[in-house]
């Protein structure tokens, strides 16, 4: 099993281009996140989708929007870079009981 | 919006010496889970715990829950330097938005040799 993947692993943008981060499970989860670390912030959720065919806000949303193409991928789409969207990426997906397998990142760069 | 708070930020200790740290929600949690980040790395799942009062060990790491579920410790004992990284907890809240999680901030240990 993979677990949890991401593409890409390293991006830069510009400002103001668009670009969308993926992200798969093998391990049959029905829950799945999208969240950003930033040095000294933690983990803040984006998005998450608590089953197929859905998706919710998370803690800071704006500026993203996520598509839950199936039960195994979960993407998260930049339309309009921002420099404040400088970040690392990190995509879970969680188990019945709520433990949550995170991939390996995505270290976006916006100039 | 519900907030986790965990201290400290930083730790730094001498290998051998033990290791705390603390995390602690304005209301009740229904449960809490603990992550450890790896420099460079994602956070992996280290343990979740649900009842009052509920401590649980992996080898020299002890997990506390609260009587009150609002908050929650993780102690490590005598250090070693693959300890070193960010540990993060995790409450989950009961209710609407159950699915997630709130993360602290993260304690940074690092171990001097």
């Known amino acids: 099993n993979a677990g949890v993947t991401q593409t890409p692993k390293f991006q830069v943008l510009k400002t103001g281009q668009s670009m969308t981060l993926q992200c798969a499970q093998d391990?049959?989860?029905?829950?799945m996140y999208w969240y950003r670390q930033d040095p000294g912030m933690g983990l803040r959720l984006i998005y998450y989708s608590a089953s197929e065919g859905t998706t919710d806000k998370g803690e800071v949303p704006n500026g993203y929007n996520v598509s839950r193409l199936n039960k195994r991928e979960f993407s998260l789409r930049l339309e309009s870079a921002a420099p404040s969207q400088t970040s690392v990426y990190f995509c879970a997906s969680s188990t019945r009981s709520g433990e949550q397998y995170f991939g390996p990142g995505t270290r976006l760069t916006v100039t | 919006g519900q907030q986790v708070m965990q201290i400290p930020q930083y730790q730094h200790v001498q290998e051998g010496e033990d290791f705390t740290t603390y995390c602690n929600s304005s209301t009740t949690l229904s449960n809490i889970q603990w992550y450890k980040q790896r420099p460079g790395g994602h956070p992996v799942f280290l343990i979740q715990?649900?009842?009052?009062?509920e401590v649980k060990k992996q080898k020299r790491l002890t997990f506390q829950f609260g009587e009150a579920k609002k908050n929650s410790s993780l102690h490590i004992t005598a250090t070693q330097t693959t300890d070193v990284g960010t540990y993060f907890c995790?409450?989950?809240?009961?209710?609407?938005?159950?699915?997630?999680?709130?993360f602290g901030k993260g304690t940074k240990l690092s171990v001097i040799p």
């Open positions: 391990m049959n989860h029905n829950s």
């Open positions: 715990l649900v009842k009052s009062g």
């Open positions: 995790a409450g989950r809240y009961s209710g609407a938005g159950s699915y997630q999680l709130t």
